[in-house]
């Protein structure tokens, strides 16, 4: 299957990421199941800054960055071009282009929130690529709304008090399904086939797409920069980022773990839980046990 | 044969954005803006224009959407008017900064609080130092006139800017006038089809747009964006004079037109469909022997500095009427930009805030004031309740 991918990186190495930073194995991956004739929307956040320091660019497809809430609206307006210059001056004939927006959590779960809404509703023929490090990274881990329960950011910090993060994290796949478009997808990096698979599905398709993608972040969530592949292992098997897609309204688990392991094992290769205690970890791990129960996993 | 509609301000916007054969519009409703995205809508519903119409979700959406379609090499066109122009905010400067030749009609309107949907001209004044281009309109030719002289400017190679072309809320909106409709092939013919050199958004040729300037580049990034406005100067002058000869309609010299100035030793200075009222005025006063004179601004961003000092040599006495006010230092705009280089003796009149009606014996009540009584760089509020 891996073979079907091709080797040239569209995704050039050099940039300025933490070393052992997930999210540019999200791009990488992404560019390389949409190809060429693609065009990306980005969102402020560690993404945009860390590829493109002027007068350098990791990008070898066209890409643009417009501000930070805003990168599904831009899409639009791109997709909107394109379709508006094949029709009146034959451009891109017989072409098809591929639009691909990429935001931060932050970007897309938060202050984002209503330009992707209005993107989606709008049935714009567009991948969005949430990228999912479960914090606002490029300000310095702070807290977002897809930060998970108890997990320390700086503004979700866990005190004497308070125990991190006092919110569930947001469900945005799901609020992306009720607004009924034909594709959505969880990925993680660490299943890089799944993840290319379902970009070049959603790429396919026709009219809008959402995939969000855990991507372990060494800064914000604390653990040894060669870790992230392992981390985005983890998360999956625990059960606690359950890889699925949903296809015109069709609900498929697209990797079920042999077995689960325990949420702990997680946990504890992380600094941002490190305050947890036993009786947290048992709550976390019962809440997890009814969740992939659900989700059928 | 001569095609006059009797239309509002917000139809004769939308009348010019099909006549440029716009690709792509982005809008969201707001008074006294709406018929103008409304009369879009139908042109597209109804094939009498061909173009991609995103009814987006917000204004910041709205604008957002014109950038990633103007870097696409779309001809772009949305309105707006003073919430959704504040709104807007934070992406006209990526607009301006990106270079992207977007046009856009304002409806001017007062800003909240308290809310108020009528006229004044603070929402575009507080946009003054994005990069955009602003322009002025009069009356409803005008402002059919200036959205399609606004095309041509913007994608002048030497400019790359966009572009807000201002109208009076419901002075202009939402009144009509007999206004010409020129016939759309010698308006295509006049405005070029828009082939971006610097297209950046394609695929058989990457390229990266918005990238992280750091303190090594973003000032000379700044300082393109203020040679382009220096360029647009004399681009506004050329545009407006192959389009007088073209279509029959002169204002000025495209950035500012004078009335009466030569004889007049008291000149006022707005910007806007005030301009009509004070001609009216002068107008009168003249059948009285009177001599006074009208500055209108027509392009406030370029302001072009020159022209204005060149037209007013030997003047008196200046009156600036500003419909916006710098709250804290208690002038408006208008005079804070252009008092510094004149040397007659300049008094600041506060008009028509949040729709207040300026009549014309308000006007007569300012060039008697100014004439007579005003200190120099005073600031009076006219129409004001006790
Ligand atoms: C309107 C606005 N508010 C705040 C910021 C500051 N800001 C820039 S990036 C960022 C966080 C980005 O977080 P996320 O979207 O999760 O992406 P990440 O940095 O984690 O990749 C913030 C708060 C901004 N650029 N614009
Ligand atoms: S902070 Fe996290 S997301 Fe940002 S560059 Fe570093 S590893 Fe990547």
Redesign the interface.
Known sequence: MARQFPREELFAPGHRGCAGCGAAIVARLALKAAGKNTIVANATGCLEVMTTPYPETAWRVPWMHVAFENAAAVASGIEAAVKSLKRKRGLYEGEKVNVIAFGGDGGTADIGFQALSGAMERGHDMVYIMYDNEAYMNTGVQRSGSTPFMASTTTSPAGSVIRGENRPKKNMPMIMAAHGIPYVATASISYPEDFMNKVKKACEIDGPAFIQILQPCTTGWGYPASKTVELGRLAVKAGIWPLYEIENGEYRVTYKPSKRISIEEYLKTQKRYRHLTEEDVEEMQQLIDHKCQEMGI | MQNVKVITGTSAAAEAAKLADV??I?AYPITPQTTSVEKLADFVANGEL???Y?????E??AI???????????R?FTATSSQGLALMH??LF?AAG?RMPIVMMNANRALSAPINIWNDQQDSISQRDTGWIQLYAENNQETLDLIIQAFKIAENENVLLPIMVNLDGFILTHTVEPVEIPEKEKVLNFVGQYEPKHA????E??????????PE?YMETRYDVQQAQDNALKVIEEVHDKFAEKFGRAYGNGLIETYNTEKAETVLITMGSLCGTIKDVIDELKAEGKEYGLLKIISYRPLPTEQIKEALKGTKNIAILDKDISLGLNKGALFTDVAPFLEAKTANYIVGLGGRDIKKAHIKEIIEHVEKEAKDTETKWIGLKE
């Open positions: 690709d792509v982005a061909n173009a991609e995103i009814k987006v979700e917000s910041h959406s957002s959407a014109c950038v990633g379609a103007s870097a696409t090499g779309a772009t934070e992406i990526a990106m950046y958004l394609r695929p040729k990457p390229m990266t747009q918005g990238a992280l300037g750091d580049w």
